[in-house]
């Protein structure tokens, strides 16, 4: 075992010789074995170190094993830390219910056994290693899908631009040379087939145009987050008959930072395509709320609403969409809540909001 994957057990007792016992007997495990002779010491130590175990003795002067394990167990850090008691005294069962109801995990009686000590510690220590070797994991995914997320975006990005300077610049020409020879023809016929095809062009001129803005408008660069929204809002209700609404608090909102802007863009932006593809709303509003320094971004529709178990946000009821919108708000220390609206669903994201510097709003124009 490395160093870094050994975890802290902290055994606490009034008494030195038992701490000295209590430590030749866990010694084998490998773990770090940190000792406390009183209640204070160790809740000084449990401040300052990751704890796996706690090992102490029920009878104690000034603050005993129970009281202890009450202190321990109402700071969140230690809501789930396995704590061991010792007793050198014949507890009844309510001392024992009382133990378990201030957080104790298991109970061991003096004289105690060697190996049910170690046994017992190491289950919980090897319990505390996993979930910090999947906490880890967790970190190192969200971080994943964070990077991900931006090289999506950017590849939006990219791939508007191409379609916007490629293929469309590529239509316009062929656009204006269908126009030239439909002011050059004399025959009917051929003015006929010739005015068609400009209009095929011209139509596929605004789809390109279209997909181009919805992978990634030039407002959101140029005029920022809410002519962005402003325009997108407008194209929605045009699009599928959903009749959408922008309230901004404060009116005059500010310019945020170029990824928070990016982000809550594509947050509302997916919102509304799930208002649209499964709400059978008639309306939607969006809202954006600055206070202090969090940013309050509220979708609601008219709608039929979502299953409870759609709303808490469990495992295998939300779709692709809700979790994008999930892993967004995380990847900016955010959170997303979602509720029924009776009638509708409200979704909300909350995320702590920079306004942009004079040097960012310039940088993105």
Known sequence: MSQYDKVN????????SKLLTYEVMLAELGE???????????????????????????????IDGFELAGIIRQHPRFQKTAIIFISAVHL??????????????????????????????????????????????????????????????????????????????????AKIMLDSLLQQSRARGH????????????????????????????????GGLFSALRWFLTGMTERTGIKTSLDLQPAEFPRLSPLIER???????????NVFR?????????TLVQRENNLLVTVRD??????????????????????????????????LRMMNADPGTIVEVVIPAMIASPQEAIATV
């Open 9 to 16: 057990i902290l055994m606490v007792d009034d008494q030195p």
């Open 32 to 62: 770090n074995l940190i000792k406390a002779n009183s209640g204070r010491e160790a809740l000084e130590l449990l401040l300052n170190i990751d704890v796996a175990v706690v090992l102490m003795d029920v009878s104690m002067p000034e």
């Open 92 to 173: 009844t069962d309510l001392d024992r219910v009382k133990g378990y109801q201030r957080g104790a995990v298991d109970y061991i009686s003096v004289p105690v056994v060697p190996e049910l000590l170690r046994a017992k510690v190491s289950v919980f220590a090897e319990l505390h290693r996993k979930a910090l070797q999947l906490e880890t994991l967790n970190r190192e995914l969200r971080q994943l899908s964070s990077r991900l997320m931006t090289a999506q975006d950017e590849e939006r990005r990219r791939f508007a631009w191409d379609l916007h300077d490629g293929v469309g610049q590529e239509l316009a020409a």
């Open 191 to 222: 003015e006929k087939a010739i005015g068609e095809a400009s209009e095929i062009v011209d139509r596929a001129i605004r789809q390109v145009r279209s997909m181009s803005h919805l992978l990634h408008p030039p407002l959101l660069d140029e």
């Open 263 to 273: 982000t809550v863009f594509r947050i509302i932006q997916e919102a509304l395509t």
């Open 278 to 286: 499964h709400s059978q709303a008639r309306t939607a509003t969006v």
């Open 302 to 335: 008219d709608g039929k609403g979502v299953t409870k178990e759609t709303a808490q946000l469990r495992p295998g009821s939300i779709g692709v969409g809700i979790g994008g919108i999930r892993e967004r708000a995380r990847e900016l220390g955010g959170e």
